[in-house]
Every structure is written in C-alpha cells, then in structure tokens.
C-alpha cells in the first residue's frame, strides 16, 4: 500500500465517531448580547463528510426568512497523525483545539 494511502484510510478511521453527525440539525438558539440582551432565532447545522471521508466539515448559517442576517460560522475537523489526535479549526477562533465525539444518544440535545 502507498504511504499517502495509509495515512488517508487512518484519517477515514479516526473520522467515523463524528458520521453520526452528518446532516442538518436545526433548532432555538439564543444569544446573550454585551449588554445582556438575549436575541431568539432559528439555527442550522449543517455537517457532512468531505475530502473521501477524510475531513467533517460544520457550517452554522444564521438565517432569517432564508438569508443570511449575521454570520455564517464555519468548521472543520481533521484527523492529526503525528499528534495521534482529532482537532478542530475555526477561522473565528485562532489555532486549533482538541476534540471528541461525546456519549450521545440520537435523542438527546446536543452541543454541536
């Protein structure tokens, strides 16, 4: 087997905890402004597999009435080989950060 091939398929490995994920999720959020206002609005996740299975990919548009009102948070997840870890990128948010696939049942909420 060639080396890059054996490097996806352990990327493929590490990434199927988070296939239970993939598809959209929608529900209430609430966001609690700066000055402690609270703001009520529809969101969506959208989560799905990309790159042959080797990358998850989370976009969160806030949308209201079908378009887009504040933000369209994006994220992807990857598989580290050298660290042997799952970790997280969000261009919001410097760096990259660890991650797991919790212990949750389908019908139970979650914090993705």
């Known amino acids: 087997m060639f080396p890059i091939r054996r490097v996806a398929d352990q990327q493929r490995t590490a990434m199927k905890p988070f296939a239970r994920f993939d598809g959209v999720w929608r529900g209430q959020a609430t966001i609690v402004q700066a000055d402690g206002q609270t703001k ?3 969101h969506t996740e959208r989560v799905g597999r990309h790159a042959r299975d080797t990358l998850k990919v989370i976009e969160g548009p806030q949308l209201q009435r079908g378009r887009l009102v504040r933000l369209n948070a994006f994220a992807v997840i990857s598989f580290d080989r050298p660290e042997r ?8 948010f410097a760096g990259s950060n660890e991650i797991t696939a ?11």
């Open 102 to 112: 919790n212990a949750l049942k389908p019908d139970e909420p979650s914090s993705l």
């Open 85 to 92: 870890r799952r970790e997280t990128i969000c261009p919001r």
């Open 40 to 42: 009520r609005h529809v």
